[in-house]
């Protein structure tokens, strides 16, 4: 689904130039797509065959294909499956916060690139901050916000009360651990 009019696409897409400065210094990667599918394209190049990945389920990433291409791709694609038991889910989060590339979307991103998401499990906090070896952080146009604190209200709004963590990222410690791709295009929450 695109909404966005041309002119709105291009003022992002100058934001996120200078957003991609601020997080570069942060040591944070910042790749910036027009579209989903060039950033589904370079998503896959970034992950070498037989690699164990892993994302939270997303809407997103199902309408853009994504999900499908990890699925029948030569990878070793870890996904949660909401008919397991609970033994089993708990097992999958675990295999997934430890997987060599963790994907995942955020609920937010301020224009000084810092990035949010909630969390009911704790499972993407625990990827992205110490368990998964590359992760790939994935925000649109409509997650833009204007500064950190909008952008923590714009996560809760999104998530809902059944959120039981909030984590906001302004950096990484290990260079290129964090790619974050910027796409002109609206995400579903």
């Known amino acids: 689904m695109d909404k966005y009019s041309r002119r709105t696409k291009e003022r992002f897409l100058c934001r996120a130039q200078k ?19 060039e950033a589904v394209e ?30 029948e791709g030569e990878y070793q694609y870890i996904e949660q499956t909401r008919e397991a038991s609970i ?22 991103i301020s224009v000084d690139g810092t990035f949010v998401l909630t969390e009911k499990t704790g499972s993407r906090i625990a990827a992205m901050t110490f368990g998964a070896d590359r992760v790939i952080v994935i925000a649109g146009i409509n997650k833009l916000c204007r500064n950190e604190k909008a952008a923590v209200r714009c996560a809760r709004k999104t998530a809902g009360l059944d959120s039981n963590y909030l ?9 290129g651990r964090i790619r974050v791709v910027l796409v002109a295009e609206y995400l579903r929450d």
């Open 19 to 37: 957003m991609a400065e601020v997080m570069e210094r942060r040591k944070l990667q910042v790749e910036i797509y027009a579209n989903a599918q």
């Open 42 to 71: 370079r998503i896959l190049s970034l992950i070498p065959e037989n690699e164990t990945v892993a994302c939270k389920e997303s809407r997103t990433l199902r309408e853009w294909g994504l999900t499908e291409k990890l699925r």
């Open 87 to 108: 033994e089993e889910r708990c097992r999958q989060l675990e295999q997934m916060s430890q997987s060599n590339v963790y994907i995942t979307e955020v609920h937010a």
């Open 167 to 175: 984590l906001s990222v302004r950096g990484c410690m290990i260079p």
